[in-house]
């Protein structure tokens, strides 16, 4: 048996012609939930016994602009405090849930030239943040609290589309950012890096 209960309240915004959408829910809810095992993956959580209750509340807010014609900007932010509330493991009662950072963001910027000499090339850029994450939980047998701290990584695009030929390069964190992605899914400390840069570049031609 397992159960869950989520409440979300919020606004959206849309204004200036459509040129602006914006969203920003507030959540507020219990489940149970596998607590010394369980798999989290973002907002995803897998569970085989139940054996707990989580709380998380919090706010988001996602926004997406496009202040002049080829110019285009994707915002998000989310605020989530969460808390186990019951656990078989008295140790875990009160800890923040793993992998679930308090403050996280983001924000996204390109622009496409739709004219003159340089018309087809653009350019992107992307920021991500994440606050300090609980790597692990405390348990009776290990009640160290292993936490992974906040990073900020870069991304880049260039991109060129003319007729039937175009071509993207990409680079993800750009700036080479060492951090941790995640610290494990058991009551063992399992330390996963973050993807060092990577570049990757892709053409592609139409023939007919």
């Known amino acids: ?110 622009y496409d030239v739709r004219s003159g000499v340089l018309q087809g090339f653009g350019v992107g850029l992307g920021v991500v943040y994440s606050g300090f994450r609980l790597g692990i939980l405390p348990t009776s047998t290990n009640p160290a609290v292993f936490v992974m701290p906040s990073y900020t990584t870069a991304d880049v695009g260039l991109y060129y589309a003319r007729e039937r030929f175009n071509s993207t390069l990409r680079i993800s964190n750009l700036f080479d950012e060492h951090y941790i992605e995640t610290g494990g899914f058991s009551g063992e400390t399992q330390i996963q890096p973050g993807a060092a840069r990577n570049i990757a570049l892709s053409l592609k031609v139409d023939l007919w």
């Open 1 to 110: 048996m397992s159960g869950a209960a989520e409440f979300e309240q919020g606004g959206l915004l849309d204004k200036m012609d459509g040129l602006i959408r914006g969203q920003a829910p507030g959540r507020d809810g219990t489940g149970e939930t596998q607590l010394d095992q369980g798999r989290r993956s973002g907002a995803r959580r897998r569970s085989g016994r139940q054996n707990g209750e989580e709380r998380a509340q919090g706010v988001e807010l996602e926004i997406d602009a496009q202040p002049r014609d080829g110019w285009q900007i994707a915002f998000g932010y989310s605020y989530t405090d969460t808390e186990i509330v019951q656990s078989d493991q008295a140790i875990q009662i009160g800890s923040r849930l793993q992998s679930a950072p308090l403050h996280a963001g983001h924000v996204w910027s390109r």
